[in-house]
């Protein structure tokens, strides 16, 4: 591996739940002219990169026009300044900044399902198997998934606001590296994710105030 891989080669292969988060009938085309979107509240207080699935990459829901989220930190080195996904080689997940990062609700609504996957990955490798994730229904209809959880907080029926606690940065099931994955549905049709930049910015200051 190299020792800092560019973002699109580090998410090479890191592809979403490792089996279906919805049954095979729930698979879905995509035309990339009539895709919606959805504003969801960031899934960090830090700084992340995406990684965006375009249409027609996969094709399950869940992972149609999926983001895989990586946590980022600056780093200095040789009197230089990067902003960079891990320490080291990143053989390690405790090298990947990301790694047992709280994760927060995308948007409000109820907790419809919780998956457990045990197996914890090593970096560059993966456990074939659904990851660990809890899929969340708002009030619309909308569902998102947030997938490659560990410590799971949440319980099925339990109802959310944005922004609360979900669990921790994992790395299970079709993962090669601590992330998180998001994918959003509404009435099976995919959604494209956006951040909530004005969720971003009171996240960070409210972070910056603390020092981190």
Same mark, same amino acid.
């Given at each position: 591996?190299? !020792?800092?891989?560019? #973002?699109?080669?580090?998410?090479?292969?890191?592809?979403?739940?490792?089996?279906?988060?919805?049954? $095979?009938?729930?698979?879905?085309?995509?035309?990339?002219?009539?895709?919606?979107?959805?504003?969801?509240?960031?899934?960090?207080?830090?700084?992340?990169?995406? /990684?965006?699935? &375009? +249409?027609?990459?996969?094709?399950?829901? %869940?992972?149609?026009?999926?983001?895989?989220?990586?946590? +980022?930190?600056?780093?200095?080195?040789?009197?230089?300044?990067?902003? !960079?996904?891990?320490?080291?080689? %990143?053989?390690?997940?405790?090298?990947?900044? %990301? &790694?047992?990062?709280?994760?927060?609700? =995308?948007?409000?609504?109820?907790?419809?399902?919780?998956?457990?996957?045990? *197996?914890?990955?090593? $970096?560059?490798? &993966?456990?074939?198997?659904?990851?660990?994730?809890? *899929?969340?229904?708002?009030?619309?209809?909308?569902?998102? +998934?947030?997938?490659?959880?560990?410590? *799971?907080?949440?319980?099925?029926?339990?109802?959310?606001?944005?922004?609360?606690?979900?669990?921790?940065?994992? /790395? /299970?099931?079709?993962?090669?590296?601590?992330? *998180?994955?998001?994918?959003? &549905?509404?009435?099976?049709? =995919?959604?494209?994710?956006?951040?909530?930049?004005?969720?971003?910015?009171? #996240?960070?200051?409210?972070?910056?105030?603390?020092?981190?």
């Amino acid at each position: 591996m190299n !020792r800092f891989l560019p #973002l699109g080669l580090a998410t090479l292969g890191a592809f979403a739940f490792g089996a279906c988060a919805t049954p $095979p009938a729930a698979r879905v085309g995509t035309d990339p002219s009539t895709i919606d979107a959805v504003v969801v509240h960031p899934i960090f207080d830090s700084w992340f990169f995406t /990684n965006e699935h &375009w +249409a027609g990459q996969l094709g399950e829901l %869940g992972d149609a026009l999926g983001s895989d989220v990586f946590v +980022a930190e600056l780093v200095e080195e040789g009197g230089r300044s990067w902003l !960079r996904t891990y320490s080291g080689d %990143g053989t390690r997940n405790e090298d990947w900044f %990301g &790694w047992r990062r709280e994760v927060l609700a =995308p948007i409000a609504g109820e907790v419809v399902r919780v998956h457990l996957n045990p *197996i914890t990955n090593d $970096p560059g490798t &993966w456990t074939p198997g659904m990851a660990s994730l809890v *899929i969340l229904r708002g009030p619309d209809g909308t569902h998102v +998934a947030v997938a490659h959880l560990q410590e *799971i907080r949440v319980q099925e029926g339990d109802r959310l606001e944005a922004g609360q606690p979900l669990g921790l940065m994992g /790395n /299970n099931g079709n993962s090669r590296h601590p992330h *998180i994955h998001l994918g959003a &549905w509404r009435d099976n049709r =995919p959604l494209q994710i956006r951040f909530d930049l004005a969720a971003m910015a009171k #996240l960070r200051a409210s972070a910056s105030a603390k020092g981190e």
